[in-house]
């Protein structure tokens, strides 16, 4: 049962180019969904968060974009550096605030120097 | 900045045997979760846990698994009797009330079952 897919497991960039990593989800109760950046070894470090009554939300080089019609999020990282080289995972909530995460697979970037 | 904290980083145990997760919220969080992560695997949500008390517990989280706050900082995943299908990264959460909803996640424990 996805109910949060990343279809892509992996995606390589340049240093200094745009990345973009994709996101669909399947729950039309979900109206809160983030992205988190894990390191191997540590655990998932908050990024970036949109609710379902924005289509967009950007912070600093990082922008999250829903398209609730589409039931489809991506994150954009603008420009990509080789810091960024980590496992992105999306994940959805319903009705924000405390509920539980549900997670997607998610998306290992890597951004070459 | 506070963090999540958990310990141990690693721990390995036979099968059959009792292991317990600890973990230290941050200090003005009321939210509290456990979510596992199976190699190679999605992150999992087994159980979050509000006012002394289980919200919401996910089909993982069976007869095996119980959570407790045994005071007012520690908060404890307890397996009495792992399996060998309980090997995983097990990560605690937590998030203040009136959160938007960004939980913050602990470095995780490692539990391998042999």
């Known amino acids: 049962d996805q109910q949060v897919k990343q279809n892509s497991p992996s995606l390589s960039v340049q240093e200094g180019r745009i990345s973009i990593l994709n996101c669909d989800y399947t729950?039309?109760?979900?109206?809160?969904f983030l992205w988190y950046k894990k390191y191997p070894a540590e655990g998932p470090t908050f990024l970036i968060s949109?609710?379902?009554?924005?289509d967009k939300n950007e912070d600093g080089r990082f922008t999250v974009f829903l398209n609730k019609s589409a039931k489809h999020l991506s994150l954009h990282i603008v420009p990509s550096q080789p810091g960024d080289s980590a496992v992105y995972f999306c994940?959805?909530?319903?009705?924000?605030?405390?509920?539980?995460?549900?997670f997607g697979k998610g998306t290992k970037l890597t951004v070459n120097p | 900045e506070p963090e999540v904290t958990q310990t141990p980083s690693h721990q390995v145990t036979q099968m059959g045997q009792e292991v317990i997760l600890r973990c230290v919220p941050i200090?003005?969080?009321?939210?509290f979760y456990w979510y596992r992560q199976i190699l190679g695997q999605k992150v999992e949500f087994l159980v979050s846990?509000?006012?002394?008390?289980?919200?919401?517990k996910s089909e993982i989280f069976d007869d095996q698994f119980s959570v407790e706050r045994p005071d007012g900082s520690n908060f404890t995943l307890k397996i009495r009797s792992t399996k060998l299908e309980d090997s995983a990264m097990y990560f605690c959460?937590?998030?203040?009330?009136?959160?938007?909803?960004?939980?913050?996640f602990g470095p995780g424990t490692r539990l391998t079952v042999t």
């Open positions: 994940a959805a909530s319903e009705r924000g605030g405390s509920e539980k995460l549900v």
């Open positions: 729950n039309s109760m979900f109206d809160y």
């Open positions: 949109i609710s379902s009554i924005k």
């Open positions: 200090s003005n969080h009321l939210y």
């Open positions: 846990f509000y006012n002394n008390e289980i919200s919401e």
């Open positions: 959460a937590s998030i203040p009330l009136g959160a938007g909803g960004e939980q913050y």
